[in-house]
């Protein structure tokens, strides 16, 4: 099966994230079962236009925004007239395959932005990216499959008017880790983790440091990763008073980011809205409880509150709150990581590419939509 998955970034590029994680997971694990795999993806200055990596082919073209009519524009080219189907994921801003090709296309939708598009965006550009994403490409997707990572995402694709029954929940993967590899920090030590921009809202856990400085002299917090968000963070970490206590590392290898999250207590995970929480099962898998908001989509679900971490209210001060019980509950944080990494257990990768690749034989096998110009019933 040839397959061409359409991705704003990949992990190469230093603004990628969870979703190019998974993208690159899935589809080295596809490549490995023998399908010829290409990912479109946006050009940048740490990788080459063309490259072949653990057999899946890297297009590189445009930028944040050129990408999505770049993209296009190649799947309309004969290179690419032969495509069995294509993966088009939908990170708020859609690529519209079904306008560049005739192979049957399956959205990946992560989840729903509704809550970052004013976060991000002035209001006018806001309003806008909203209507694209709850009104355009429902519309333009009315005849595809979906593919999202939650339950709460399936919800909220459903409340857009997609119909269920097109939509499969594909949830994201995790790496078992050995359990002595977990090496907690010998004072107290949040760490978070993921790309740095508004919509994660870093500042709640600096300013989580802040407010417990005086109960927990030694507490320390360890940001892991990088975005253009990063200056304010560094200026917020300042004002706070607690540039000393926080420790930016930028981008990390994999190695070092496993060595990361096992010096952690807790992941805080203060984010406005994720898909499903890919950080909380790399955390979970070393043992570490995570900390987020019960409003935050996904994490509903890859968090189990009270038994594998803590939920709280979409406020700093529960979100503090729940970060200093586990600080000073010894017993009750080493029962909810231990939960944690049986939690995690659950979900490998293996599991995640068999389903995606079902999904993606049931769109081949449906066949190529006809041209809109072709007769009716012909093929």
């Not at 490549?31 to 010829?36: K, T, V, Y």
């Not at 999202?148 to 993967?173: C, F, H, M, Y």
């Not at 400085?213 to 990063?230: N, S, Y």
């Not at 930028?250 to 070092?256: A, C, K, P, T």
Request: charged share 20%; glycine share 8%.
């Amino acid at each position: 099966m040839r397959i061409v998955w359409l991705n704003w970034r990949d992990v190469a590029n230093p603004e990628g994230g969870g979703s190019e994680v998974y993208l690159e997971t899935i589809a080295r694990g596809l490549a490995a079962r023998s399908h010829d795999v290409t990912v479109i993806c946006a050009a940048h200055d740490q990788a080459p236009a063309d490259e072949i990596v653990d057999g899946v082919r890297f297009r590189r073209v445009g930028g944040k925004l050129s990408v999505y009519h770049r993209a296009r524009r190649l799947l309309k080219t004969p290179e690419f007239a032969d495509v069995d189907v294509v993966v088009d994921t939908h990170n708020g801003i859609p690529f519209l395959a079904p306008w560049a090709t005739k192979a049957p296309v399956v959205v990946l939708v992560h989840h729903v932005h509704r809550e970052q598009w004013p976060v991000v965006y002035d209001p006018i550009r806001a309003r806008f990216g909203w209507w694209v994403e709850s009104t355009l490409a429902p519309y333009v997707y009315r005849h595809c499959g979906y593919i999202t990572v939650s339950k709460a995402s399936r919800n909220e694709l459903v409340e857009l008017g997609v119909d269920d029954q097109r939509i499969s929940l594909v949830p994201n993967g995790t790496v078992e880790i050995p359990q002595q590899a977990t090496n907690p920090a010998p004072h107290p030590h949040l760490v978070v983790l993921g790309r740095l921009v508004p919509h994660k809202q870093v500042e709640h856990a600096i300013a989580a440091v802040a407010r417990l400085r005086v109960e927990f002299p030694d507490l320390t917090l360890t940001v892991v990763g990088d975005g253009w968000w990063k200056p304010e963070l560094i200026a917020y970490a300042q004002r706070a008073g607690v540039a000393d206590r926080v420790i930016f590392t930028g981008h990390v290898s994999e190695d070092q980011k496993l060595t990361e999250l096992s010096q952690a207590w807790v992941l805080a995970l203060p984010s406005l809205k994720e898909g499903w929480g890919l950080v909380v099962m790399e955390a979970a898998s070393c043992g570490v409880p995570t900390v987020a908001y019960e409003d935050a989509g996904g994490v509903c679900e890859s968090v189990r509150h009270g038994d594998t971490g803590l939920l709280t209210e979409g406020n700093l001060d529960s979100f503090t709150a729940a970060i200093a019980d586990l600080l000073r509950d010894h017993q009750l944080r080493q029962k909810l990581g231990a939960k944690a990494r049986i939690h995690a257990a659950d979900y490998t990768w293996t599991n995640s590419v068999d389903a995606f690749e079902g999904n993606l034989l049931a769109a081949q096998a449906r066949g190529r939509r006809p041209s809109r110009h072709s007769a009716p019933n012909s093929r």
